[in-house]
């Protein structure tokens, strides 16, 4: 996740927020898969020009604080608030502006597991609580290759905010489709998901949001997600957990947030398949980090921040694989 502005269903909105959102399926049969998922959300270091913070706008909240009263602090564990200097409370005054302060460091990690329905693509907890709607939703087998025109609706996340959330999915290929840079390469054509009018909520409305509007676009060809197109992104998983009820990159609706870098174990070229030429690839960046000039972020296979021969081991375990499309 690029840095950006992280909303809790607490009332706090923390900025910069960054962090990693990753998963590994460790089980499926033809029903349901099993995913180990690991998130860590970290709010940076201040810096000149962004004083990072988690900021809870209200008198009741500037009240409480003034009391020693934290208790409205839900979302952040107290080991990272209770203790700190007094200074890093920064209690501000004014109309619409009173409220508390929470500076950094705050880091927030979860690993946990889920379950998820292969056929509605609805995920479960370790108890068999649903959770809401898997972000790896998208079937690209059953929508048609065609246009808006053709938009298939189905309900996308189901648990956030106590809201069910409808998006129309339409293939979308140039002269329409902007290019997407990820790491597949360059992806001229993809599934878009988005809902027909605004949503509007009550919370968002009492934290400033008045309605939001979110877009996703996922690979045709496996139904990967690959960036979100909006001034807000949603997701069940984050809000059940963390209780992230939204996630703004900066510049807005025309910022295009890459929320993970997905590919294929092995698959460096993205040929969707694994053999000598992803081997080559991984060779060309051997014994490199980052600033170097043969560095190569695909061959980082194991994502340490250097490419040795563990990358080139997880490669060659791979070779041979071959992913099947609907191409």
Known sequence: MFPGSMLFDD???????????????????????????????????????????????????????ARGDLSFVRRIPMDQVIGKPIELFNVTAGDDFDGVSIMSPVFLSKNFQ?????????????NGEQLGKWILW???????????????????VTSWLNSTIT??????????AMPLNTMFGTVNRYFYATPENFVENQFLTDNGWSSILPAYCYEPRTGIFLTTWGPLFIDDTLTQEFGVVGYQ???GPTAWMKLASIMFVGD?????????????????????????ERWNQVADVNK??????????ITAKAFGTQYITPD
């Open 11 to 65: 009332g706090a909105n923390g900025t910069p927020f960054q962090g990693n959102y990753s998963w590994v399926c460790v089980d499926v049969n033809y029903t349901h898969a099993v995913l180990n998922v690991e998130i860590g959300l970290e709010l940076l270091k201040p810096s000149e020009k962004v004083p990072a913070h988690i900021l809870y706008i209200g008198t009741e909240f500037l009240e409480m604080a």
């Open 114 to 126: 889920v379950t998820v329905d292969l056929d509605t693509m609805i995920m479960f907890d370790r």
């Open 138 to 156: 998208i079937d690209p087998l059953k929508y048609p290759l065609a246009g808006w025109d053709q938009r298939t609706m189905e309900a996308f």
């Open 167 to 176: 998006v129309g999915v339409f293939y979308m290929k140039q002269p329409e």
């Open 249 to 251: 990159a900066p510049g």
């Open 268 to 292: 460096l070229n993205s040929d969707w398949v694994v053999n000598i030429l992803d081997l080559t690839v991984a060779a060309a960046a051997f014994r490199t980090k980052p600033g170097d």
């Open 304 to 313: 340490d921040g250097i490419i040795n021969i563990l990358d080139i081991a």
